[in-house]
């Protein structure tokens, strides 16, 4: 596995990975969940895929098997900003408004979305390499740009994940059940750093 991260003045850098990449969120989110979001038959993109966003992917053998988004929280693109904040503002139906109590703009603070795996990636033991390398990733670009924070709308699972790999993740707002899947989501929260203990082990191994 290898992580690989970019922008939309890049993508010609990596082939079909970032197509690929909304090819794999399609069937992910819109295939197997159900989610009512833009798509095709090949691709699910939306407006969040602007010149704002930073990908961060994984790819075995060349194939894209896991990615993520991320910009910072004082994005604006057009009529919309970053995912929390316009889902807060009533702009997204499909998130409840009161998932945070407030609106967050800050540049050390970026939003992640659109994290997921194939279902290729069975075992325990590479999923976690997965997730480590998607979010390693998303930590290095916010980092480079003066992110020192990372929040998404993740499934509540992931907190436990994020913990697992070294990351002081947290809850921020009520979870909720998402009716479409089935599945309770909340606002995650972390630094963009692993623990000090954590990371030494890492850096041991």
Known sequence: ??????????????????YDYLALRKHFFVDTLGWDIPHNDEVEMDQYDNPLAHYSLVLRDGKVIGGARAMPTTSSW????????????????????????????????????????????????????????IVDGLVRVARKQGGSELMSL???????????LGYDASRIGKPYLNPGDGRKYAVLRMPAERAAAHAEVRAVA
Not at 1 to 18: P, Q, V, W, Y
Request: glycine share 4%; hydrophobic share 40%; proline share 4%.
């Open 1 to 18: 596995m290898k992580n690989i991260t970019f922008d939309l003045s890049e993508i010609h850098m990596h082939g079909t990975a970032f």
């Open 78 to 133: 057009g009529d919309y900003t970053y995912m929390l904040r316009d889902a807060v503002s009533g702009k997204l139906a499909d998130i409840p408004d009161e998932v945070m109590s407030k609106e967050i703009a800050n540049p050390n603070v970026w939003e992640c979305t659109r994290l997921v795996m194939s279902e290729e990636v069975k075992c325990h033991a590479d999923r976690s390499a997965c997730l480590s390398l």
């Open 154 to 164: 993740s499934p509540l699972s992931l907190m436990r994940a994020l913990r697992q």
